[in-house]
């Protein structure tokens, strides 16, 4: 793991995520203020992280959180068979680095070069014992966590290889909004095969899914890593798996 740098960049640690308990109007996808974020900048420090580096191992001693700042992550778990199954993608201004015992439960590879922030797990837990405002946002994170955790349980129960995909979009395009990103184009900052092993499927399945929504006209790429809606009706009907097979085709895993 590379070295903490004892700098802190910019305004300290940020989380985003959409507050349910706060009313429609007063939603805000910056969950933590000013000051919360400089009291966290107190007890954090910078590391940075080369494409493809592995920041920690499954099983590995927990000693930290870490609060992205820039570049996207993969946690994965590891089967006896030695393939990779990919539990989620992180992005800027999410928490990685939860734990059961004392120890990660997932190992985390970065997929482009990523800064982060370095929470020590023993000063965190001390800060949030003491701050119940930042120990209430943190649950807010956590939910928002949970609620894609259940969404990408949702895709794996798909039997069509397009709804799959489109769900997948959908849901990248969905986490675009919540940071506050343009939505005209979906940035996928991972490879087929990491999608496949997202989604519950081949590599080749997964590039006959793209091909397919592009032959139709669903979606137009700029690149191997741009992408955009160009029919959203039926991109929806294959998202929700309404009539699927008749709106785009059928795709095979």
């Known amino acids: 793991m590379p070295k903490a740098r004892a700098s802190i960049d910019a305004d300290g640690p ?4 959409v507050d349910l308990w706060a009313p429609s109007s007063e939603k805000t996808p910056q969950l933590l203020s000013a000051e919360e974020r400089a009291r966290l900048a107190v007890i954090a420090s910078i590391v940075r992280f080369n494409k493809g580096e592995k ?14 700042v820039t570049g996207v992550v993969k946690a994965y ?16 201004d999410d928490l990685v680095g939860l734990s059961e015992e004392g120890r990660y439960t997932n190992s985390l ?8 922030y370095l929470l020590p797990v023993s000063a965190l837990r001390s800060r949030l014992s003491n701050d119940a405002g930042l120990e209430f946002h943190v649950i807010c994170k956590l939910c928002h966590e949970l609620r894609q955790t259940q969404r990408h349980a949702f895709i794996l129960s798909r039997r069509q290889a397009l709804s799959k995909v489109a769900m ?18 979906i940035y996928l900052p991972m490879s087929r095969s990491d999608i496949g092993e997202y989604v519950g499927m081949s590599l080749e399945a997964v590039s006959r ?12 790429s700029r690149d191997r890593r741009h992408l955009k809606i160009t029919d959203r009706s039926t991109f929806d009907k294959i998202a929700d798996n309404t009539n699927a097979s008749s709106a785009a085709g059928s795709v095979t895993q």
């Open 109 to 116: 590879t970065a997929i482009t070069p990523v800064t982060a």
């Open 77 to 92: 778990k590891t089967a006896p068979d030695s393939s990779e199954h990919i539990t989620a993608f992180l992005f800027p």
């Open 168 to 185: 997948f979009l959908q849901l990248l395009e969905q986490l675009q909004a919540v940071r506050g990103e343009r939505i005209t184009e």
């Open 55 to 68: 920041i920690y191992g499954e099983g590995q001693r927990a000693h930290a959180v870490f609060n992205i």
């Open 209 to 220: 899914a793209f091909r397919g929504l592009t032959t139709r006209g669903i979606i137009k």
């Open 14 to 17: 940020a989380i985003r995520a």
